[in-house]
T-cell receptor
Framework: SQKIEQNSEALNIQEGKTATLTCNYTNYSPAYLQWYRQDPGRGPVFLLLIRENEKEKRKERLKVTFDTTLKQSLFHITASQPADSATYLCALDAGGTGANNLFFGTGTRLTVIP | DAGVIQSPRHEVTEMGQEVTLRCKPISGHDYLFWYRQTMMRGLELLIYFNNNVPIDDSGMPEDRFSAKMPNASFSTLKIQPSEPRDSAVYFC???????????FGPGTRLLVL
């Protein structure tokens, strides 16, 4: 069955540094991958979508890469700020499984220390 | 648009009671999803609808859970009877297509005592 792993439950970094979060998957080939941000007490909010034929996508201070050979996506936040502190979830479509839904990782809780 | 609306935001009930969670998706979105989120298991898909029709309910834990979508602007998730292990945050999300961006509601935090 499909498996999605995000590198760690929690990540602490100093303000101004680049945060790098990892999403690894096994046992299937998604057509695209999404990253969401979730703040405490709120629902996930969409950030970026990257397709399998795209190596990299950027949005302001965010950058996502998608390596279908390594079965991995990296999510970078440059010049991190305390306001970036949140839980970040990766989500993948079901690939060739025939299912029409997203599968979510368990998330990485990022804390940016002032 | 106000986004996805869920009610209630918090629910505390006793074991054995019926619980009904409500969701209003974003207007024009053909897909509606119900998720459950816990610390242990993360975000799990329970069921999703397309044009008010349930498409995949394989994530529904057991017969105690049921979901309906009587029209394009309203869905319910019902748990009867509720059990303490049902305690979680339940999210509703909607989207234009099943694998594209999903828009989540604020969630309902359920505590079953």
């Amino acid at each position: 069955s499909q498996k999605i792993e995000q590198n760690s439950e929690a990540l602490n970094i100093q303000e101004g540094k680049t945060a790098t979060l990892t999403c690894n998957y096994t046992n299937y080939s998604p057509a695209y991958l999404q990253w969401y941000r979730q703040d405490p007490g709120r629902g996930p909010v969409f950030l970026l979508l990257i397709r399998e034929n795209e190596k990299e996508k950027r949005k302001e201070r965010l950058k996502v890469t998608f390596d279908t050979t390594l079965k991995q996506s990296l999510f970078h936040i440059t010049a991190s700020q305390p306001a970036d502190s949140a839980t970040y979830l990766c989500a993948l479509d079901a690939g060739g499984t025939g299912a029409n839904n997203l599968f979510f990782g368990t998330g990485t809780r990022l804390t940016v220390i002032p | 648009d106000a986004g996805v609306i869920q009610s209630p935001r918090h629910e505390v009930t006793e074991m054995g009671q019926e619980v009904t969670l409500r969701c209003k998706p974003i207007s024009g979105h053909d897909y509606l999803f119900w998720y459950r989120q816990t610390m242990m298991r993360g975000l799990e898909l329970l069921i999703y609808f397309n044009n008010n029709v349930p498409i995949d309910d394989s994530g529904m834990p057991e017969d105690r859970f049921s979901a309906k979508m009587p029209n394009a602007s309203f869905s319910t998730l019902k748990i009867q009877p509720s059990e303490p292990r049902d305690s979680a945050v339940y999210f509703c999300a909607s989207s234009l297509s099943p694998q594209e961006t999903q828009y989540f509601g604020p969630g309902t935090r359920l505590l079953v005592l």
